[in-house]
Nanobody, 124 residues
Framework: QVQLVESGGGLVQAGGSLRLSCAASGRTFSRYTMGWFRQAPGKEREFVGTIRWSDRTTDYTDSVKGRFTISRDNAKNTVYLQMNNLKPEDTAVYYC?????????????????WGQGTQVTVSS
């Protein structure tokens, strides 16, 4: 079992930055591929990015490439989402998710554990 708790959301102006954190419980965090997803009001939850458990390879959806960066600190059982040059269309609830030993996972169904989400609001 893995429990995930996101933090770091808030209100920011367009062009600003935020760093989200996701703290995980459990002793095998290093073996989980971690993902970030988001859900805007009235829209389906969508993939943002992921970081592979084995070699920290990352993958991102096209709309955030060059602006968002995922990293992880296995010693702290934490994964981060650094978001720069934020746009109003990035406004959403952001969720982190975990899946055990997957090479790369970009789909909701591939993840076994989810956090409760943290709100990010970008004003224009």
């Amino acid at each position: 079992q893995v429990q995930l708790v996101e933090s770091g959301g808030g209100l920011v102006q367009a062009g600003g930055s935020l760093r989200l954190s996701c703290a995980a419980s459990g002793r095998t965090f290093s073996r989980y591929t971690m993902g970030w997803f988001r859900q805007a009001p009235g829209k389906e939850r969508e993939f943002v990015g992921t970081i592979r458990w084995s070699d920290r390879t990352t993958d991102y959806t096209d709309s955030v490439k060059g602006r968002f960066t995922i990293s992880r600190d296995n010693a702290k059982n934490t994964v981060y989402l650094q978001m720069n040059n934020l746009k109003p269309e990035d406004t959403a609830v952001y969720y982190c998710a975990a899946t055990y030993l997957k090479p790369i996972a970009t789909m909701i169904a591939e993840y076994d554990y989810w956090g409760q989400g943290t709100q990010v609001t970008v004003s224009s």
